[in-house]
């Protein structure tokens, strides 16, 4: 009844304190239902994966550790592809080089097809 403007009615203030009451139990209920479910979850997941009624989760390690193979096995490939491709050059260049400052050849048409096949 309290002291309230609007007068209620004893058996209309006994219905709102119920439903207070109901919805407080729901909330409560709810609420520990929440806890169980977080607490129980990690047994309940280890006995289905045992059953056999949930697959246990996949591993994700051994995608990363194929991705990080397949990245080092490309990058060394391209490496020793750009090696190669210098070091041939770097040994034409040399051999061009040392075919031109030769003066056992004499012929300069011999010396001039000796570069372009190296060069090539």
Not at 9 to 35: C, I, M, N, W, Y
Not at 81 to 97: F, H, K, N, P, V
Request: no cysteine; proline share 5%; hydrophobic share 45%.
């Amino acid at each position: 009844m309290g002291f309230s403007r609007h007068s209620t009615t004893p058996a209309r203030e006994a219905a709102d304190h119920f439903t207070q009451g109901v919805t407080s139990l729901k909330h409560a209920g709810a609420v520990a239902a929440r806890g169980t479910r977080d607490a129980a979850a990690p047994r309940v997941n280890v006995v289905l994966a045992k059953v056999g009624l949930k697959k246990p989760p996949a591993r994700k390690w051994p995608w990363v550790a194929g991705a990080i193979g397949a990245g080092l096995a490309l990058g060394g490939a391209a490496f020793y592809m750009w090696y190669r491709q210098r070091t041939e050059s770097i040994g034409e260049a040399l051999l061009a080089d040392e075919l031109l400052d030769d003066p056992g050849i004499e012929d300069r048409a011999l010396s001039e097809e000796l570069v372009d096949s190296v060069s090539r």
